[in-house]
């Protein structure tokens, strides 16, 4: 028998956000980045809440049109790096470079890891070819 922690390293990053992150997954999507974040990495993937989608509404209905196509892939790529990092490797000071080309800052503020100036909710999400760490807020680059 497997372990809930075994069954969901079954699926990759793509499957698990089409579970339990319905925006980023439109995103994913709408970007043409579902073949990307499929394919064998490993990635570690910072994932906003639809709650953060939500707060910026407004934005992602316009990203999410085919003409917005570049930015919005722009946007999700800022919020992926290449290599598998898991909560503990994510030191205070760091700068992670993310697939998009930018970099993101890693603060620890009383014991809670900060990624820009997003809030890691819930870390360590195995994913097949990666790990997601989920976020409060939806990150831009510069």
């Known amino acids: 028998m497997t372990t809930t922690k075994e069954a969901v390293a079954t699926k990759d990053i793509v499957a698990i956000a089409s579970e339990s992150a319905k925006t980023l997954a439109a995103a994913v999507k709408a970007a043409d980045l579902v073949k990307t974040l499929q394919g064998t990495g490993p990635f570690t993937v910072f994932a906003p809440t639809d709650t953060a989608f939500a707060s910026i509404q407004k934005e992602v209905d316009t990203l999410l ?5 570049a930015k919005l892939s722009k946007i999700l790529t800022y919020h992926v790096v290449s290599g598998k990092l898991h909560a503990a490797d994510l030191k205070d000071g760091a700068e992670l470079k993310t697939v998009e080309g930018g970099k993101l800052k890693v603060h620890l503020v009383n014991g809670k890891v900060l990624v820009g100036d ?8 195995e994913a097949s070819n990666g790990v997601i760490h989920v976020i409060d807020k939806v990150l ?3």
């Open 65 to 69: 049109k085919p003409e917005n196509k």
């Open 118 to 125: 997003a809030h890691v909710t819930s870390a360590d999400i």
């Open 140 to 142: 831009l680059p510069k």
